[in-house]
């Protein structure tokens, strides 16, 4: 609101003065830049991440296969701890219980290791699906492509705000140091006129 109520300096006044004028223009490229530069670099931002995105979500989909289980056991107690590790990649909530299960990875091989329950509680002999790798290791579920481009477009957001709030501290800056130079030639003035106010003959 305040950069746009700047451009009133460009009016012809025989009070304007030289820093009026170019606050005015200051006012009129800052509005310029949030308008028109801002969602620019967050459209360009934006298509950047999501292409980024888009090209590690077909990668994880060509990397990382479904494969079933079967729950063996509950996992001890003792074990939770190392497998939460081990299973970094495979994100699920805090709470689930994990599991010893066995599967068999798309190049053939048996594995058997703790991973989070599918289902709570968990029974021996019951079947579910977990992601891995090609050679059997657990990763997390593939990127899905909706979700990169929510996340390109949070990120094309963000670097629009980013350019828009540096455009208008900018210009908060410009303008406080135009208002210091105004008081201190205001000041410079009345101290030169200030030996002679109020005397006659002093055009007062």
């Keep these: 609101m305040r950069t746009a109520m700047g451009v009133w300096r460009w009016r012809r006044n025989p009070l ?3 820093t009026d004028l170019f606050e005015a223009w200051v006012a009129f490229a800052a509005l310029v830049c949030v308008l028109v530069v801002a969602p620019a670099v967050g459209w360009v931002a934006g298509l950047r991440v999501d292409g980024t995105l888009q090209q590690a979500a077909h990668e994880q989909r060509q990397e990382r296969h479904l494969v079933p289980a079967v729950v063996l056991r509950p996992a001890p107690e003792s074990a939770t701890a190392d497998a939460s590790a ?3 990649t495979q994100r699920t909530a805090p709470h689930r219980t994990q599991i010893v299960a066995s599967w068999t990875a798309p190049d053939g091989s048996s594995h058997e290791g703790t991973v989070p ?11 579910f699906r977990i992601w891995t790798d090609a050679g059997g290791r657990v990763v997390g579920q593939p990127l899905d492509p909706s979700a990169a481009v929510f996340h390109a ?4 957001l963000a670097a629009a705000i980013c350019v828009a709030t540096l455009v208008e501290t900018v210009r908060r800056l410009v303008v406080r140091r135009l208002m210091h130079q105004r008081y201190i030639r205001l000041d410079r003035a009345w101290a030169a006129a200030g030996p002679d106010w109020g005397r006659a003959g002093a055009g007062s």
Excluded: H, L
Excluded at 117 to 127: C, H, L, S, T, V
């Design 153 to 156: 477009g949070m990120a094309g």
């Design 86 to 88: 081990d299973t970094s």
């Design 117 to 127: 329950a599918a289902e709570e509680p968990p029974r021996p002999g019951e079947r």
């Design 16 to 18: 304007r003065r030289p």
